[in-house]
């Protein structure tokens, strides 16, 4: 029988290192890993006030402010007043963020798809089966 806690800490060690693999081959484009993260929630979650992000990212809304200002300043978001509440601001991505976020997808699954062709069949079959075990685990 397998020890449930080797195999986590495993797990978790190839999964550490499957990140970090893939997000070197979509690169940032400059941006920084907080910048990144901060991208990815609004594009992910849809527009919210930078408190609100700033909430999701366990950070202080004035360092969020400094973040979404970047953002901002390279043409990923935009900041506008929130309807309900002037005196907080809603961030929204814009196209050109969709369309860096698309790219970097598309070149890591390139990259993926490039390393899962040196499998054998038989091994791709394995981890086609591990896939569905795996979506069962993280929904």
């Known amino acids: 029988m397998t020890d449930v806690a080797d195999l986590a800490q495993s797990l978790r060690e190839v ?10 081959q979509g690169g940032r484009r400059g ?5 990144t993260e ?18 999701r990212q366990h950070v202080r809304s004035q360092s969020m402010g400094a973040t979404v200002g ?6 990923l978001v935009t900041v506008t007043p929130d309807p309900g509440d002037g005196r907080q601001k809603v961030v929204a991505v814009t196209a050109e963020a ?10 890591r699954t390139d990259w993926l798809a490039k390393q899962l062709e040196t499998l054998s069949p038989a ?7 591990a896939h569905s075990i795996l979506d069962r685990l993280f929904p």
């Open 15 to 24: 999964f550490g290192r499957a990140q970090r693999a893939l997000r070197e």
């Open 31 to 35: 941006l920084t890993a907080s910048q």
């Open 38 to 55: 901060a991208l990815g929630y609004v594009f992910r979650d849809g527009p919210m006030t930078i408190t609100a992000l700033a909430n």
């Open 70 to 75: 970047v953002l901002r300043e390279r043409g």
């Open 98 to 107: 969709r369309e860096l976020i698309a790219e970097g997808r598309s070149v």
């Open 123 to 129: 091994e791709q079959r394995t981890l086609a089966a």
